[in-house]
Nanobody, 123 residues
């Protein structure tokens, strides 16, 4: 059974950093496209950082490019999102996701999801 569990969310001041982790079980993450998504209240879930299983170059949304870094550790069967220079508009529930295809960094292209972790950026 595919299972993804996020951790690392919390409250941080503007300009601060957080590192989100996502542990996978029931499947090998290295054979899947992976992605990080977020959903703010009243807004649609958006893809912010993805790595296709067939590509080495991550894809980033313009809103996080240069501040966020997605990575994976196949030995740990985990993926990570390093978030730097956080802004209040980064406040949202963050989700990790995986898919055997997932070539486009959009929520409808990913089939397996974690439960989400809250990130709040506020002074």
């Amino acid at each position: 059974q595919v299972h993804l569990v996020e951790s690392g969310g919390g409250l941080v001041q503007p300009g601060g950093s957080l590192r989100l982790s996502c542990a996978a079980s029931g499947f090998y993450l290295e054979y899947f496209s992976i992605g990080w998504f977020r959903q703010a209240p009243g807004k649609e879930r958006e893809g912010i950082a993805c790595i296709s299983k067939d590509a080495d170059m991550p894809m980033y949304a313009d809103s996080v490019k240069g501040r966020f870094t997605v990575s994976r550790d196949d030995a740990e069967n985990s993926m990570f999102l390093q978030m730097n220079r956080l802004k209040p508009e980064d406040t949202a529930v963050y989700y990790c996701a995986a898919d055997p295809l997932g070539y486009i960094c959009g929520a409808k292209y990913f089939g397996s999801w974690g439960q989400g972790t809250q990130v709040t950026v506020s002074s």
